[in-house]
């Protein structure tokens, strides 16, 4: 799953404290997952820090090139070229996903500290 790659990848490493790291699709409900992901920041206030990376194809979280600028939080489908990039994150290329739940661009800039990483 996203939370168990989440998990290990960015929690465990720099030693954070697991409730307070909360990624779309936590609620497990995928035809709600962004509206309660929306209706998540709003009871806590709002989201002190965003980490995020820049994939391949310039796209932001998953927000994949030609993503409205308002959107919120979604399902999105994976473009093939995503799907091969996230692959290496999995126990095997067949777990790649065919879809995600992504912040929308109208989400993210109501983030207090944005973190963008950008490797490669």
Do not use: M, W
């Not at 168990?4 to 404290?17: K, M, N, Q």
């Not at 990376?53 to 489908?77: A, D, M, Q, Y």
């Not at 093939?80 to 990039?85: A, I």
């Not at 290329?93 to 990483?117: E, F, V, Y």
């Amino acid at each position: 799953s996203y939370r168990s790659v989440i998990d290990r990848e960015v929690v465990a490493p720099l030693g954070l404290t697991p409730e307070f790291v909360h990624v779309p699709g936590d609620s497990g409900r995928l035809e709600t997952a962004g509206a309660d992901y929306e209706e998540a920041i709003l009871e806590a206030g709002g989201i002190d820090l965003q980490v995020l990376g820049i994939g391949r194809t310039g796209h932001i979280g998953f927000n994949e090139p030609g993503s409205s600028l308002t959107s919120l939080t979604r399902v999105k489908t994976l473009t093939e070229e995503t799907r091969r990039d996230n692959a290496r994150f999995l126990p095997s290329s067949d777990d790649a996903p065919l879809h995600c739940i992504t912040q929308g661009l109208g989400t993210l800039p109501r983030t207090r500290h944005l973190l963008l990483l950008a490797f490669g």
